[in-house]
């Protein structure tokens, strides 16, 4: 029986205490902490197999999971925007979603809080159209994340969640010009570090569409200092001017993209907001890869989702859809 099994029961109700108002009670760095070392007693052997399996046979088993074609994309600077719209599964994986779009889009339904943005998959879609995670397991995608987070990585069974088709609208926002709030403010995710967003733009994406905004990593890194971000009193999301106030000359990017580009990120080091007043309506399939040893409490404290594998998967796909398999 794993550690946090038998104590979970015990820390849930502190942890609860601890993430509540986004780890606002101690601060994000020191929350994040405290949760990494509790992970770690649990899931710190599966971080050193993730760390050295991709050290020494990452490269047999992308060929086993199929060889990529081309080299890898490379993410400079905690991002990179692939335009090539060549990536293996991706014509199927648009073809799909047009048909979820098209049954579900601009209708009615549940928004978790964020009537800005809403999930429009349901369950039972990662069965119905095996091209959600057919693109998400691909070499080729595998191989970028991998190589930035310098492990296998695993597809989030919880927090953020792993596997998202979002449509940003204005429509059933009460609120369309603001004043902006949750995500539509810059912040840093704190769910683990690394945490990988794999976005692909399933239509064209314009500046209408309330795009996905960001700064690089390190000038990321610049405004966090200058904010003493992630401290104890200091804000989660950040307002327009306070990080006006600390970015000086930084570049900021927006993924405004023609549909099929995708966008690798690392959420957890790269500020970032979006869905500000999108009044053409932006549809995108977000992916999250996240470490086994998570920075906050979400092994203990919220539902994990199992994503379906069977015998004649490929080691890499099970290893990412996957916490406990070991190859």
Same mark, same amino acid.
């Given at each position: 029986m794993r550690f946090n099994q038998i104590t979970g029961a015990v820390v849930a109700p502190l942890a609860w205490y601890l993430e509540k108002d986004d780890m606002r009670v101690l601060g994000l760095?020191?929350?994040?902490?405290?949760?990494?070392?509790?992970?770690?007693?649990?899931y710190g052997s599966h971080q050193q197999l993730r760390e050295k399996v991709y050290r020494e046979q990452?490269?047999?088993?992308?060929?086993?999971?199929?060889?990529?074609?081309?080299?890898?994309?490379?993410?400079?600077?905690?991002?990179a925007i692939d335009r090539s719209q060549?990536?293996?599964?991706?014509?199927?994986?648009?073809?799909?979603?047009a048909e979820i779009i098209e049954e579900r889009g601009m209708q009615p339904g549940e928004d978790y809080g964020?009537?800005?943005?809403?999930?429009?998959?349901?369950?039972?879609?990662?069965?119905?159209?095996?091209?959600?995670?057919d693109f998400a397991t691909s070499s080729a995608v595998l191989a970028t994340v991998a190589e930035y987070c310098g492990f296998v990585p695993l597809l989030s069974p919880s927090m953020p969640p792993?596997?998202?088709?979002?449509?940003?609208?204005?429509?059933?926002?009460?609120?369309?010009?603001?004043?902006?709030?949750?995500?539509?403010?810059?912040?840093?995710?704190?769910?683990?570090?690394? &945490?990988?967003?794999?976005?692909?733009? $399933? !239509?064209d994406i314009t500046p209408e569409c309330g795009p996905f905004v960001f700064l690089s990593r390190s000038d990321s890194e610049k405004a966090a200092a200058a904010l003493r971000y992630r401290s104890r009193g200091a804000p989660y999301r950040v307002k327009d001017a306070a990080l006006?106030?600390?970015?000086?000359?930084?570049?900021?990017?927006?993924?405004?993209?023609?549909?099929?580009?995708v966008l690798f990120i690392d959420s957890n080091r790269c500020f970032h907001y979006g869905s500000r007043r999108a009044v053409v309506p932006r549809y995108h399939m977000q992916y999250a890869y996240v470490a086994p040893c998570r920075t906050d409490f979400s092994d203990i404290r919220r539902p994990q989702v199992?994503?379906? &594998?069977?015998?004649?998967?490929?080691? $890499? !796909?099970?290893?990412?859809?996957?916490?406990?398999?070991d190859g």
């Open positions: 760095e020191r929350t994040m902490r405290w949760a990494s070392q509790y992970n770690r007693l649990s990452f490269a047999s088993l992308l060929i086993e999971n199929g060889r990529p074609e081309t080299k890898p994309i490379q993410m400079k600077d905690g991002w060549s990536l293996p599964h991706l014509t199927q994986l648009l073809k799909d979603s964020k009537p800005f943005l809403r999930p429009i998959q349901r369950p039972g879609d990662l069965e119905r159209y095996s091209s959600i995670l792993g596997v998202r088709l979002m449509e940003s609208s204005v429509k059933f926002d009460p609120q369309p010009d603001g004043p902006w709030r949750s995500s539509q403010m810059w912040h840093l995710d704190y769910h683990s570090a690394p &945490t990988i967003y794999v976005i692909v733009a $399933l !239509r006006e106030a600390v970015i000086g000359d930084s570049k900021v990017e927006d993924f405004c993209a023609p549909a099929g580009s199992r994503y379906r &594998t069977s015998g004649q998967d490929s080691r $890499l !796909r099970r290893m990412v859809l996957e916490r406990h398999f």
